[in-house]
Every structure is written in C-alpha cells, then in structure tokens.
C-alpha cells in the first residue's frame, strides 16, 4: 500500500512534465516560425528543454543558450527546475505566512512602520477614517505581480462614494495599506511607482546568506515595479550595495539608463544597504523553514528600512541569472547542503530521471 501511495506523486509529476514539455515546445515552434532569429535552432532547444527544462525565452535571449556548450548550461537553474525545489523544500504551513498580507503584517511587525487596515474585520467607520487620512494603495490579498492594485486618494477617501469603495474592498478580500514614501535617491528613478529592493536569501540551520538582489523599477507613469507589469531590474553587488549591471527587462531589452528619467543605473549605490541586509537576515529567523525568501525593501524618506512582502518563491533563476548572464546552480547547491542538510539539485534529477524513465 505505501509502495503504491508514493508512485502515485510520482505519477502526477510526470504527467506535469509531459504537458510542461508539450506547451514550452508548442511556444518554441511558434517563436521560431514567427521570429525567425538568427541564432540558435529547433532542434537544439529540444535538447536544452529536456536536459534543462529551459523555456524559450530563457534559451534565446535570458540566457543564451543557442551560445553555450553543455558545461556551461550546467552552471544555470531554469524557472521549472528551481519550481521543482520550491515545491519540495516550502511548505503550505510556511508559505501561508508570506501569501497572506494580512498574516504577513502581524508576523513580520518588527519590522514595518506603515499603518494599515483590512476592511473585511473593519467597521466602515474605520475605513473611512483610514482613507480619508492617508494616501493609500489597495491590494488583493493574495494577489502577486503587481495585479489588481490600484491607489485610494485622500480626497477620495473622504468623497461621498466611500460606501462603494469600501463595499469593494470587502467583497474582493483587499487590504488597504498607508502608500508610503521613499527616499529621493530611489524615487529619481521613477517618481510615479514604488521602486523596491529585491533581497533573495537562503537559510537554515540558524544561519542565512544572501544569494542575489535586485533594484526593481517601473516604467511609463505605472505605480507599481514589478517586471510583468514592464518594470526594470538591475543586479546588486551584495557585498557592496553598487548595481553591477545595466538595468534589463522582461523582454531582455538592456537600459544604461532609465528610459523615462535618464538617471544611470549601472555604479549606483543603494543607500543604507548594510542595514537593508541586516534587516532582511532578522526577518529570515522570525520562521525557521522559511528556506528560499525574496524580500522586497524600501527605504523611507525619513530613513527607516521599510519590509514591503515576502516572496516563498524568488526569483532567484531568472531575476539575477538573466541580468548577469552568470549561473548560481552550484551557489544554491553547496548552501543547500549546508543549510538544508542536503543537496536540493538532488530533486530535479530525480524528476528527471523518472521523466525519462515514463518518457
């Protein structure tokens, strides 16, 4: 019975295989058809999707695959395959903690300063005091990328047509948060959005180090900085503070400089960044199987380190990878075995080999 209860998740996962392998290749065929780019081929992508379970866009142009020998492929972690390590080693009990905002607010109090108010355990008196108080910003509560958020206005707040808006905050589960803001060296990026500090750490053990960060802009008059909504990021020397690279976004289109502003962004120092770290390295112990976490950090105006949300499944493959156009597989695998007790590629090649194995 137990032989057969543990071949039944095996089962599913190769099914999710198959069909993964059958959309990423059905995109591919289309992409070269439609693009038809001058490097790299079909034929070879085949490889690399089987061999790395790479996407088309990772081969093309994240991380030029069409260029690099088998060796060098190795040295990458592809979305799919750090999804397979995420699935294994974060648990729901952890991720519940950084999904929901709410629970993420009273767990992680230390170390925000924003005022907030959910107005499913509100009274519309409290609502309409909140909104007519502060700038805000409305979120889904368990909404990610940037989706569904939308700014509440003072002088909105205190409109005769709260009612609705609180009436639709309660019926799509938002939360409504002060909109803080930053310090002018980050906002002369982009003065319309938010523009945050992606910390990505990995701990165990007691222990924890940071793997990657990224500075994350938006773009065009967008209030938020998320690369899906077209923001910009750039990598962070995370012993330094100095981005390390020109800016970059999801299409793999480079920036010296930000495209709406003009302000450099290769050579800037983040400032405060010793703190930013200190700061993200606390929060990591606060749940100690919190393994993988993309912290995002903004520094206030009045000089206060501010922990915006926790991501259980950074970006760690494509955000820093793509920009620097180096591989952090072996980084995430001897601190895995050091943190975690073990080595996480040891779950991709497992999959693997059972993929090849039902293939």
Not at 53 to 73: A, D, H, I, P, T
Not at 74 to 99: A, D, G, P, T
Not at 319 to 346: T, V
Request: glycine share 8%; charged share 30%; with cysteine.
């Amino acid at each position: 019975m137990n032989k057969i209860c543990k071949t039944f998740p095996i089962v599913r996962e190769i099914k999710q295989l198959r069909k993964e392998r059958k959309l990423f290749l059905e995109e591919a065929i289309r992409k070269f058809n439609d693009e038809k780019p001058i490097h790299g081929s079909l034929s070879d992508y085949k490889k690399a999707l089987i061999r790395h379970r790479v996407s088309y866009r990772e081969y093309m142009y994240g991380y030029e695959f069409w260029k690099l020998n088998e060796n060098e492929r190795n040295e990458f972690i592809s979305q799919r395959e750090m999804w397979c390590i995420y699935r294994k080693v974060i648990h729901k009990k952890v991720r519940k903690y950084l999904i929901d905002k709410v629970l993420f607010l009273k767990t992680f109090e230390d170390f925000v300063h924003r005022d907030w108010i959910y107005p499913l355990d509100s009274t519309f008196e409290a609502f309409h005091d909140f909104v007519s108080s502060h700038d805000c910003i409305a979120k889904p509560l368990l909404g990610d990328q940037g989706k569904g958020i939308f700014i509440i206005n003072k002088a909105e707040g205190a409109s005769n047509d709260v009612g609705s808006l609180y009436d639709y905050c309660k019926d799509k589960n938002y939360l409504v948060e002060e909109r803080i803001k930053e310090c002018k060296e980050l906002e002369e990026f982009h003065p319309s959005s938010l523009n945050t500090i992606r910390v990505v750490t990995m701990s165990g053990n007691g222990n924890c180090v940071i793997l990657g960060a990224l500075l994350r802009m938006g773009v065009n008059g967008n209030f938020v900085d998320n690369t899906k909504a077209g923001g910009i990021i750039a990598v962070i020397d995370v012993n330094t503070g100095e981005i390390i690279t020109d800016g970059i976004d999801l299409e793999g289109n480079q920036y010296k400089y930000h495209p709406n502003t003009q302000k450099d962004i290769k050579g800037f120092v983040i400032p405060q960044w010793d703190r930013c770290v200190e700061m993200c390295k606390k929060a990591s112990q606060v749940i100690p199987e919190n393994y993988f976490t993309g912290w995002d950090v903004c520094i206030l105006s009045n000089g206060k380190i501010e922990l915006i949300e926790g991501n259980s499944a950074p970006d760690v493959d494509g955000g820093i990878q793509i920009p620097l156009k180096k591989g952090f597989k072996r980084k995430i695998q001897n601190y895995g075995k050091e943190m975690m007790g073990f080595d996480p590629l040891s779950l991709i090649s497992v999959w693997s080999r059972s993929y090849k194995k039902w293939d």
